[in-house]
């Protein structure tokens, strides 16, 4: 008789964990699946935004939350922020995030795509001086306990610690619509806004050796539109581009002509097309602006109902500024077509000049009187000599610990940057100017404090100057001509 084959009792478990691995592996990708698409966004509308607006002095709503496990992406829709007077101050139609699996190797946030679809802001300069967006924070309960976080260590070269890093592959801004209301420095409420503005980073990164490519497009509710393309380096802050701004009205901005004269900015646009570098924390600051061309057309500026500049065109081309080097070279500086009146009161002054001086009535912030009485009187005080306090015992247990010094944050070399190119602005400059023109202005002047009333009128005013340089003393080489009409209306030149 055959003896029967012994049975390997280890031969069907590695055939055992390969069934069980097959069985788990879609069981744990159908729970990751339920809790990503499900109970994130679950979650999120559960508890986040009730956290968040336990902080806050406002209310945060969220329409809906949506979450792709797999490709660990996240969309907000019809997200809102309103404050305590329900006004809104903060809104998204969409946010898009898509967080890419390579941040648990790069140490640091890295995007595939942030997406902001018609996001809204409002800031509003309060009557009180403060940002509506200020308030938006709860203060800190002063009865909590508090936890004191030690201070990072600063770098071992005593250098600044660098940005965070972030990358994002592409950034992009939709229809923006930006708002601005000041209660507090324009002496009427002033309103400005901003819609569209939309703009594409096409690669983000904080990485010192990253250029930042940036293109923005901005239109203002009065047509006014601002373009800027350039490019951004974060570790250090440099920046080169290139700004033009088109049909500004300057009547928008009377508020603020009001909060410091009497004067009255009626009507004028501003365009503007200049190119720019700035590197204020590098190891070599540079600040250059090349000016292109800036102009004014049409001005007018009235006083009492009556008018005092008018029709004026104002033109500045060719601008190059070195503030590092202190040099500054103008090509020409043109003012046409205007229209100027002075008048002179009976008692000798000119309106004018009043007209100009600062309004101190407005948003100042009241002095307290000094108090009144006789001044009270101070009981002396007598001092007794004491030895100098001993040193304190490191081995003692009570001695408190020194606190940490606290490095310096990634923006000190740009503040400090800046400082250093404000105090090198006070030195001496290089300055050139190649032409300055008047052409075509008329220039009427009353006067009535004369015995008979006098009344000047000047047109044709014609003036050309230059070159003017600082190292010859700023000496004026000028030719003039202009053309007076007397009392009877018979011109003369």
């Not at 018609?118 to 009180?128: G, I, K, Q, T, W």
């Amino acid at each position: 008789m055959r003896p029967k084959a012994k049975t390997s009792l280890t031969a069907p478990r590695p055939r055992r964990w390969r069934r069980r691995l097959l069985i788990a592996t879609p069981i744990v990708l159908a729970l990751y699946a339920l809790v990503g698409f499900f109970g994130m966004p679950w979650a999120l509308q559960r508890w986040a935004v009730p956290a968040a607006n336990d902080t806050l002095n406002g209310t945060l709503a969220v329409n809906q939350f949506r979450c792709n496990p797999f490709s660990l992406s996240l969309t907000a829709e019809g997200v809102s922020l309103h404050d305590t007077a329900h006004a809104k101050i903060l809104g998204i139609d969409r946010f898009y995030g898509n967080l890419q699996a390579s941040s648990l190797i790069r140490r640091g946030w890295v995007f595939r795509a942030i997406e902001l679809d018609r996001p809204f802001v409002s800031v509003e300069l309060l009557d009180n001086g403060r940002l509506n967006l200020a308030g938006l924070a709860k203060p800190a309960d002063p009865t909590a306990p508090q936890t004191v976080k030690p201070a990072p260590a600063a770098p071992h070269n005593g250098a600044p610690p660098a940005w965070p890093r972030l990358r994002v592959g592409r950034f992009a801004v939709t229809d923006a619509h930006l708002i601005f209301a000041d209660q507090f420095i324009a002496a009427q409420p002033f309103h400005f806004e901003i819609n569209p503005l939309t703009f594409t980073i096409p690669k983000l990164d904080t990485l010192a050796d990253h250029e930042n490519p940036h293109r923005l497009h901005a239109v203002a509710d009065d047509g006014a539109e601002f373009d800027w393309e350039g490019t951004v380096f974060l570790n250090p802050l440099t920046s080169d581009g290139r700004l033009i701004l088109k049909g500004v009205d300057l009547s928008r901005f009377q508020p603020y002509v009001g909060r410091f004269s009497q004067l009255h900015l009626t009507q004028g646009t501003l365009a503007l097309d200049v190119t720019y570098g700035l590197a204020p924390a590098d190891a070599a600051p540079r600040v250059g602006i090349d000016l292109k061309s800036l102009t004014l057309k049409g001005l007018r500026v009235e006083q009492d109902d009556a008018s005092v500049v008018d029709g004026l065109n104002f033109s500045l081309d060719g601008l190059a500024v070195d503030a590092v080097a202190h040099t500054a070279t103008l090509q020409r500086v043109a003012l046409t077509d205007a229209a100027l009146h002075v008048i002179r009161l009976a008692d000798g002054t000119l309106p004018l000049v009043n007209a100009v001086a600062v309004n101190t009535n407005n948003n100042q912030a009241s002095v307290p009187a000094p108090p009144v009485g006789p001044p009270q009187q101070t009981t002396p005080q007598t001092t007794t000599s004491t030895s100098a306090p001993a040193p304190p015992d490191p081995t003692d247990p009570t001695t408190p610990t020194p606190a940490a010094e606290t490095p310096p944050a990634p923006w000190t070399p740009i503040v400090d940057g800046i400082d250093r190119i404000v105090n090198d602005l006070l030195e001496a400059w290089n300055v050139q100017v190649t032409a300055v023109a008047i052409e075509r202005t008329a220039l009427r002047f009353t006067d009535a404090s004369t015995p008979t009333p006098a009344d000047v009128r000047l047109h044709n005013i014609t003036l050309n100057a230059g070159p003017i340089h600082s190292s010859q003393g700023y000496a004026v080489p000028f030719t003039a001509s202009l053309a007076q009409t007397t009392t009877d209306n018979t011109p003369f030149e």
